[in-house]
């Protein structure tokens, strides 16, 4: 695909970090706009966002790194090249959770709520920044023969090269995308707090748990299982009960 996207002097713009930061934004902009609707401070919400999104993405990079602990052992330098691609949104999401959990207790905040405020952000967040994934070649597939498969010929591409893949990205993108417009639905009829957000980590684990199993770039961890499946599972099926708890007592 296209992993620079152009160069000013010796600087190199790259697509999946421009990427990226317009899924940052959006994903911003709409919790502010949510937020507004639910009777709370966007400030508030910017502020959580940013440490979120900083602890997102150390946790993501971390994730990433001991998942491929092996290969950064020989080029421990490449660690800090985080602009190149190379995250586990999972691990990420753990991180982002803790730091929600410790900032609406600082400011005594309603966690479900700003959860449900955050959940459709996150989606939306994670469409477009997948699109940056699918022009750096990061997140690649396995091989197939498939009419929509797609081929990588640009060198600076992290794609194994001249050989049709699952677009692995695309269908992430995809996927987030259904899951943004069915959490936008469900906050319209939602019957209790939480329900978005909890829907979300369900949706969003059933999804990497399905799209994993294409994924050429990754090793299993546990059986056939990547480190990205096993959190995601974890997460899935955590809030799953939480979920069934949750609306068992608060419909009582």
């Known amino acids: ?3 620079d996207l152009f160069k000013i002097g010796p600087i190199t713009i790259h697509t999946y970090g421009v990427f990226v930061a317009l899924g940052i934004f959006c994903a911003v902009f709409c919790a502010m706009r949510l937020s507004e609707k639910e009777g709370i401070s966007p400030s508030l919400i910017s502020d959580l966002c940013f440490w979120m999104i900083l602890g997102g993405v150390l946790g993501a990079r971390i994730t990433y790194v001991i998942a491929n602990i092996p290969y ?12 190149k691609g190379g995250l586990i949104f999972a691990g990420g999401l753990m991180v982002s959770c803790l730091i929600l959990g410790w900032y609406v207790r600082k400011y005594r905040l309603n966690f479900w709520k700003i959860g449900d405020i955050l ?64 959490l936008l639905i469900l906050r319209r009829y939602r019957s209790f707090e939480g329900q978005v957000f909890l829907w979300y980590l369900i949706l969003h684990g059933f999804q990497r748990l399905l799209i994993e199993r294409f994924r050429g770039d990754l090793t299993p961890f546990i059986g056939n299982m990547t480190v990205t499946q096993l959190i995601s599972l974890i997460i899935m099926l955590t809030s799953l009960i939480i979920l069934i708890y949750k609306k068992k007592r608060d419909l009582k």
């Open 119 to 182: 959940a459709p952000s996150a989606a939306l967040g994670q469409a477009i920044g997948r699109i940056g994934c699918f022009m750096a070649g990061c997140c690649y597939g396995k091989p197939t023969n498939l009419p929509w498969a797609v081929v990588f010929h640009d060198p600076h591409s992290l794609a194994p090269l001249n050989i049709p893949l699952h677009p692995t990205e695309i269908y992430h993108s995809i996927a987030c995308f259904i899951i943004f417009f069915i």
């Open 1 to 3: 695909m296209h992993p």
């Open 72 to 83: 950064y052992i020989r080029y421990p330098l490449e660690i800090i090249e985080i602009w």
